[in-house]
């Protein structure tokens, strides 16, 4: 284990394997948390919780302040009050 100030490891938009997961945990001393966000959104869409007893490894976890849906089995779906409206100069 190295020396350093980190409290824990934030791995966004990216799946890794519970091996991965473990080695970097291992590595640092410090939990790996799997979430999810866009920058449409402003933040966080979904996340796993601190505590690695609760994660669920190759998951993006559970909702924060945020309705999510699967839509068609393949579209992502969320409503929240951070969403955007749209792109500049998009036309529909």
């Known amino acids: 284990m190295i020396e350093h100030s980190l409290r824990l490891i934030r791995s966004v938009s990216a799946p890794h394997s519970d091996n991965v997961s473990q080695e970097i945990t291992n590595h640092f ?21 601190p505590c690695q007893a609760w994660q669920k490894v190759g998951s993006v976890g559970k909702p924060v302040n945020c309705e999510v849906t699967i839509q ?16 500049q100069n998009e036309s529909l």
């Open 29 to 49: 001393g410090v939990p790996v948390i799997e979430m999810y966000d866009m920058s449409e959104i402003g933040g966080v869409i979904t996340s796993n919780p």
């Open 72 to 87: 068609n089995s393949c579209e992502f779906w969320v409503q929240c009050a951070r969403l955007f409206r749209g792109y």
